[in-house]
Every structure is written in structure tokens, then in C-alpha cells.
């Protein structure tokens, strides 16, 4: 039995309400802004449990309206994770900060302890990723932000739902970005982000960044950006929130499923699953003795499994200027040794057991 990867023809497979919705709003012309946003906002700020939620273009520019709404500047040094996906290097270079690496812990997030010896007098600001489902250690950083007065805006993109001691990824800093990207775990049709926060003037400001700085049809009062949610993927997706708890569930039931059995396989380790942390599983990495030989395997079984990343992006040409020739092991190490497997809302225990008999056929040959 094969096992895909992407899901995205399930998901959206049998909406007929939400087609009836958008069939309706089409009459309405109320395409940009609008009403079906202002109620998108007030979903996912409900959802995440922050005061406000604004729709943006995408992920990425979730990151880089909230750096500019919250000063950062050309030039200024921004601390990041070594092993993030492109688009949180991305979003501080395109305002033309200055992107600072930390290397990664073995839970796929910046090592903490490694932060306080990268602040320069030019630090203004740390954005952690929360990578792969896992949270960084937000206390820490926040201790560390307080200290040397940085701004913190968490890259959420990939671990919506995500908490440490209850408290939700996104709801630690300044503020915490999504993304509604299809492949993100509560995803659209098309690209979209969302910033939260619970800072009023932040809000005000990114709410003028995010459409050109107006702050009515015919006053510019600041210079900012056409980065608004689209109206129509806002309906998409408060059509998906009612299930978004639901869906990080199941993920999470799947990934203990997996876990229980690939662990009982001695060439396979399974990360730290820290008690207080609520894992969502955007991506389902363990890590595997011959890695390269595992993944290859499950390919000829039809067994999509994947890298998350097989390249760090401190490493990629164009980053490298920031790194500086500089290098991270454990970021390393984690592209060398990790594997990722289907373990989304819509497998059943057939296709995990699937996996888990592929991975005891290779090792046992
Ligand atoms: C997906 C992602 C982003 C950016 O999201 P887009 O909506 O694709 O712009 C940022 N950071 C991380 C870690 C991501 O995985």
C-alpha cells in the first residue's frame, strides 16, 4: 500500500457548505478587506488566544511587517535559527536587517544557550523558530529579549496550536506569525499569513502597513506594503478553524502511534518529547542509522518520506555571507540524521503501519 505525502486533495475533497459560501460572497464584491476578514481575525484570535489577529499576504510577510511595525531598520542584526526554513532568512533580509545565526538543540529549535554570545550594540531583535511542530524555548528567550531590550517576533509558520505549559506559539513576543501556506497544518487555497499580538498600537500600525499605510480610501498616513489576506481565503479558512484543534489531535494521536512502534526499532531514535510541550507535528522527524538507505527504501515501497531539510539554509550560496563561514553541528546533524514521515489528520492506522513495517523490512534485510 502506497503512502503520499500531500493531502491536500482529502482536505478539501467534500465542502459543499463552504462552497455554497463562497458562491455567496461573490455577489457580495466585498473582495478586499471586508467582512468575511474582519471575522477571520476574530476566529483566529480566539483560536490562539491572543487580542488580535491580522491577515496578511503570507507568512513570510507576517515576519516582515511585524519587524518593520516594530522598528527594526536596514542594518540592524536580527538573531535567528541556523536551520529555519528560507522564508524567516528571507523576510529580515528584505527589509535589510541583518540575519544572525544560532545553531539548533536536538528538539529542531534554536539552542537558547547560544543566543546571548551572538548580541552585538547592532542586536535589536531575536525571531525564533518554532520548527517542525516543536516550540523554542520561549522563557529563555524572552529572559534573554528582556535583559538586552530585543524585540521578539516568533516564526509560527509551522507550529500553529503549538504550547509551552498551556500558553500557545505566538502569544510569547511582540508577535507571533502564521502561515496559511497549503502545506501548513490549518492551510488555504492559495498564500496567506496572519500576525498576532496583543499590543493595540501594533495592531493599529500593522493594520496600516499591511494596505498601503491608508488609513482611509484617500490618506497615505504611513508608506507600507500590499500585503492583505485575501478576502476569499479568508472564508476558506475560517471554514477550517472549527477543526483545527481536531486536526492537531489526530496529528499528535498519529505521531504517538509512530512513536511507540518505530521506537521499538534500535537503528531508529526518537526525539525528546518534552512533558510540558504540546508537539503538533507540522512535520514528523525521527532520526535513522543510514539514513539516506531508509529513505530510498520507503521510496521504492511507495512510501513518501521526505528530508526537512537536507540543506540547512545557513549553508545555502546566497545566506552564506551571514554565516560567515561559520559552522553549526547540531543543524547539520539534523539534516544528515533526521527523516520525516506522512503522520497527517487524514492516515489511518493501515498507513502508519505501513511505515513502521517498512522501516522494520530494511533494517531487518
Ligand atoms: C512556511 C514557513 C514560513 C513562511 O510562510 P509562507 O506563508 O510560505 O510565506 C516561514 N517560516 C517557516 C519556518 C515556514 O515553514
Known amino acids: 500500500m502506497a503512502v503520499r505525502y500531500s493531502y491536500l486533495k482529502e482536505q478539501f475533497e467534500n465542502c459543499p457548505e463552504l462552497w455554497d459560501e463562497l458562491k455567496n460572497f461573490v455577489s457580495t464584491g466585498d473582495f478586499t478587506l471586508g467582512e468575511p476578514l474582519a471575522r477571520f481575525e476574530v476566529n483566529f484570535s480566539k483560536l490562539i488566544k491572543s487580542k488580535y489577529a491580522i491577515g496578511v499576504g503570507s507568512g513570510t510577510d507576517a515576519i516582515k511587517l511585524s519587524l518593520v511595525a516594530l522598528g527594526i531598520k536596514p542594518g540592524d542584526e536580527v538573531i535567528t535559527a541556523a536551520n529555519t526554513f528560507v522564508a524567516t532568512v528571507g523576510a529580515i533580509c528584505e527589509i535589510g536587517a541583518i540575519p544572525v545565526f544560532v545553531d539548533a538543540d536536538k528538539n529542531f529549535c534554536m539552542d537558547t544557550n547560544s543566543i546571548e554570545k551572538k548580541i552585538t550594540s547592532k542586536t535589536k531583535a531575536i525571531v525564533p523558530v518554532h520548527f517542525t511542530g516543536y516550540m523554542a524555548d520561549m522563557i529563555s528567550v524572552l529572559n534573554i529579549a528582556k535583559r538586552y531590550n530585543l524585540i521578539v517576533v516568533e516564526d509560527a509558520c509551522q507550529s500553529i496550536l503549538a504550547n509551552i505549559d498551556g500558553k500557545n506559539a505566538g502569544t510569547w513576543g511582540n508577535a507571533g506569525a502564521f502561515s496559511l501556506h497549503p502545506l501548513k497544518n490549518i492551510n488555504v487555497w492559495s498564500d496567506g499569513g496572519v500576525i498576532v499580538t496583543d499590543d493595540e498600537n501594533l495592531y493599529k500600525k500593522l493594520q496600516l ?157
Open 209 to 365: 502597513l499591511r494596505n498601503h499605510g491608508l488609513s482611509d480610501r484617500d490618506t497615505v498616513q504611513i508608506l507600507g506594503y500590499n500585503s492583505r489576506l485575501d478576502t476569499f481565503q479568508a472564508i476558506v479558512g475560517s471554514w477550517l478553524l472549527p477543526k483545527a484543534v481536531e486536526i492537531s489531535d489526530k496529528r499528535i494521536s498519529n505521531a504517538k502511534y509512530l512513536d511507540e512502534n518505530l521506537s521499538t526499532i534500535s537503528q531508529i531514535t526518537i526525539p525528546d518529547r518534552p512533558k510540558n510541550m504540546r508537539v503538533v507535528y507540522h512535520i514528523y522527524s525521527v532520526f535513522a542509522e543510514n539514513r539516506d538507505g531508509l529513505l530510498e527504501f520507503c521510496k521504492s515501497k511507495n512510501i513518501q518520506a521526505k528530508i526537512h531539510y537536507p540543506v540547512p539554509i545557513y549553508k545555502q550560496i546566497p545566506v552564506k555571507k551571514y554565516s560567515k563561514g561559520e559552522i553549526f553541528p547540531n543543524s547539520d546533524w539534523l539534516a544528515e540524521n533526521s527523516i520525516s514521515f506522512p503522520c497527517d489528520q487524514h492516515l489511518d492506522e493501515n498507513h502508519l503501519n505501513e511505515i513502521i513495517l517498512t522501516c522494520k523490512e530494511f533494517y531487518n534485510k
